[in-house]
Every structure is written in structure tokens, then in C-alpha cells.
């Protein structure tokens, strides 16, 4: 069964960074897409970035968020980040780990982000 748990949240200032960490169990880590997504209160949740497997993985990212956030993978640990640099009271959110496997979407508990002004 594919497990996925995100930590790294937290409450930050404009213009912060935090790292965010998905650990990923029971999964063919390697091989699929992850993304990040978010969801701020009262809004649909929607991608901030997307990585695909292999070697030199291709990137995709949210144009509210290029230039600002990294993500990356370590296949190694079976696990993904998301490094959030220069913040911004709009970025605040619950942020979702997400891998997709066989047809399937997979999500963590997601972590909290406040970025206060």
C-alpha cells in the first residue's frame, strides 16, 4: 500500500523559505510522477509542481511559483522535496504530496504553511 508523509510545514515571514519533505513507502518511487499540490481555504487544490521519473527529470511548475520553488527527488530515500524560497502571504496553504502509480493518485495528510505578511 502506497504511504505518503509530508512534514517541513510551518509558520514563516514574507520572503522565508521552508523545505518541505514527502517520504514514500510501498511504492515503485522511482519510476513515478510526483507532484506537489496546495489548497488554501476556500479555494480548489491545485499543482504547484510535478516531477517525472528518470534520469535528468523534467520539471513542471505553477507560473505563481517559477523561480521561487525547487522540487526535487531522491530515489534513494524514496523521497521528494520542495524548496520555497521568497514567500508570500499567498502562498500560504496545506500542502499535498502526491504520487501517481499504475492509473492511481495517491495523496499524503498534507502540511500546513502560513506565511504571515
Known amino acids: 500500500q502506497v504511504q505518503l508523509v509530508e512534514s517541513g510545514g510551518g509558520l514563516v515571514q514574507a520572503g522565508g523559505s521552508l523545505r518541505l519533505s514527502c517520504a514514500a513507502s510501498?511504492?515503485?518511487?522511482?519510476?513515478?510522477?510526483m507532484g506537489w499540490y496546495r489548497q488554501a481555504p476556500g479555494k480548489q487544490r491545485e499543482l504547484v509542481a510535478a516531477?517525472?521519473?528518470?534520469?535528468?527529470?523534467?520539471?513542471n511548475y505553477a507560473d505563481s511559483v517559477k523561480g521561487r520553488f525547487t522540487i526535487s527527488r531522491d530515489n534513494a530515500k524514496n523521497t521528494m522535496y520542495l524548496q520555497m524560497n521568497s514567500l508570500k502571504p499567498e502562498d500560504t496553504a496545506v500542502y499535498y504530496c502526491?504520487?501517481?502509480?499504475?492509473?492511481?493518485?495517491?495523496w499524503g495528510q498534507g502540511t500546513q504553511v502560513t506565511v504571515s505578511s
Open positions: 516531477l517525472f521519473s528518470g534520469s535528468g527529470s523534467i520539471a
Open positions: 510501498g511504492s515503485m518511487f522511482r519510476f513515478n510522477v
Open positions: 502526491n504520487e501517481a502509480q499504475n492509473g492511481k493518485h495517491y
